[in-house]
């Protein structure tokens, strides 16, 4: 299945929200105080003073609306960011597009989207990046002949890249208040990488690319190569310009991680603006349920004061319905699709 029309993939639930948002370019206080220090830390460190300093920052930024920030992390080498982006990211898309269609799936706008007139856009995505055999098909799928280099630069990127989300989750359930529910939750995902390449224009007017909208992932961690176009809605309701930087990425809360917090994480809204002369690559790793896992909010995040909100569901229904005409025109397709009424909570 081929999708041709990325401005109703990336429709936005809560586009009202970004109307009369203000632009602004460059460093708030907000950017500032969203920048975490995950240099030297692994998972391992849970509990050590290194981690529990950058867990206090963490603390601070994630409340209420603040559900996205910054992360400096060393664990991916500079000279394999290099080969990613400089080389395996152009021999993908130097393949012709009969070969890049071969990237299909079961979930609307999970394969290749291009061709869309007027619309220079492209993604792939390598599904299960993490997992040896996840990359080895998706090379196989796009070289059959093979492609070793491409299979290993990807695999290790994927790789480094789960560390990182996973680092993050920890302590955005610790947030919450249930870090035991880590290893499971951790069980039932599995992470995708999704490999994209916007056209240099020729104009060099900025014109938004990508429209507001929220991820339906569970944590989305954007990499942008050089070329500037990531922008999130703030609290105060400005679009802010999110810096490319060789050692950062960005972190973002994803519709599932909404629902699976009863909507105390919220998803992240954010769009992408292009302009002038270069061509623009990014990678966006997602993590998001396994096909047969039903996501439930864990019992100890509902109360009084935090009623349940939403009913489970399972990652490839939702999908389909965010990406289905009732999903596009809903304000909020999560809230369409599993909210619970208030007259269903009950007084
Ligand atoms: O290209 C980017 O910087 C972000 C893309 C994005 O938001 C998405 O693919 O969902
Ligand atoms: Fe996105």
Request: with cysteine.
């Amino acid at each position: 299945m081929i999708h041709k029309y990325p401005h109703v993939l990336w429709h936005c639930s809560i586009a009202a929200e970004s109307e009369g948002a203000k632009e602004k370019d460059g460093m708030s206080t907000e950017t500032f105080h969203h920048k975490l220090d995950f240099s030297g830390l692994s998972l391992e460190k849970a509990g050590t003073p290194e981690w529990e300093r950058v867990r206090a920052q963490m603390m601070e930024v994630v409340a209420g609306e603040q559900n996205w920030f910054e992360v400096v992390y060393d664990g991916v080498a500079p000279e394999l960011r290099e080969a990613f982006f400089g080389r395996s990211m152009k021999e993908l898309f130097a393949l012709p597009v009969d070969v890049k269609m071969r990237n299909t799936s079961n979930k609307a706008y999970h394969g290749y989207i291009g061709q869309v007139p007027g619309f220079d856009y492209e993604a792939l995505s390598v599904f299960d990046v993490h997992l040896a055999d996840g990359t080895r098909s998706f090379t196989e799928l796009m070289w059959p002949e093979g492609n070793p280099s491409f299979c290993d630069t990807v695999h290790s990127f994927g790789r480094q890249l789960r560390e990182l989300e996973k680092m993050v989750r920890w302590m955005l359930l610790e947030r919450l208040g249930v870090v035991e529910h880590f290893d499971r939750q951790n069980s039932e995902l599995t992470f995708d990488l999704r490999l994209a390449k916007y056209g240099a224009l020729i104009s060099q007017e900025a014109t938004v690319a990508l429209p507001p909208h929220v991820d339906v992932s569970t944590v989305t961690l954007v990499v942008q190569h050089k070329v500037a176009g990531l922008q999130v809605l703030t609290a105060d309701g400005e679009w802010l310009a999110v810096p490319p930087s060789p050692n950062s990425y960005t972190v973002l809360i994803g519709q599932v991680l909404q629902g699976w917090s009863n909507g105390r994480l919220r998803a992240k809204l954010h769009r992408v603006m292009v302009g002038g002369d270069e061509t623009r690559y990014s990678a966006i790793f997602v993590s998001h349920p396994k096909d047969d896992v039903m996501v439930r909010v864990p019992e100890e995040l509902v109360d009084e004061e935090h009623p349940l909100i939403y009913k489970p569901f399972s990652y490839p229904s939702f999908v389909n319905f965010h990406h289905s005409e009732d999903g596009v025109k809903s304000d909020d397709s999560l809230k369409a699709y599993c909210g619970i009424q208030v007259d269903e909570v009950g007084p």
